[in-house]
């Protein structure tokens, strides 16, 4: 299995102005070096957002597996009027989710910005 979490939280650490909560409680196993690299790409990305764009003061990555699913959730406070414009960051994940079978969603609204990702666990986790 391959420990996203200690990856993850190495990645946070360090960052400052931004209080970073993680919760992959009910995170499924990893085992594809593939899966592994497209979620932890996709969080590179989502924080370098966050510390470019968003002016926020905390940011929530959560990872569940439902119905054979790993659903990624990076959530921010941040309160930026800028509109959500698909750079090369936003096409690349799409780019990668997409490749393996998943879907990539944002949102933005008045309590900040929202990034879902679902990847299929099936065969792409078995490397």
């Not at 993850?8 to 960052?15: A, F, M, N, R, Y």
């Not at 393996?100 to 792409?124: A, C, R, W, Y």
């Amino acid at each position: 299995n391959i420990d996203l979490l200690l990856s993850i939280e190495k990645l946070v650490s360090g960052i400052p102005g931004i209080r970073f909560d993680t919760d992959f409680t009910a995170a499924p196993k990893i085992r594809s070096v593939q899966l592994a690299e497209t979620i932890l790409r996709c969080v590179q990305e989502a924080l370098t957002n966050i510390i470019r764009h968003s002016g926020a003061s905390r940011c929530q990555i959560d990872m569940t597996e439902s119905d054979g699913m790993c659903l990624l959730i990076v959530r921010d406070n941040g309160a930026s009027n800028e509109q959500v414009v698909s750079g090369n960051g936003i096409k690349g994940m799409r780019e990668r989710v997409l490749a393996q079978g998943g879907s990539l969603n944002l949102e933005k609204d008045l309590e900040g910005f929202t990034l879902e990702i679902e990847l299929p666990l099936g065969v792409t986790n078995e490397d």
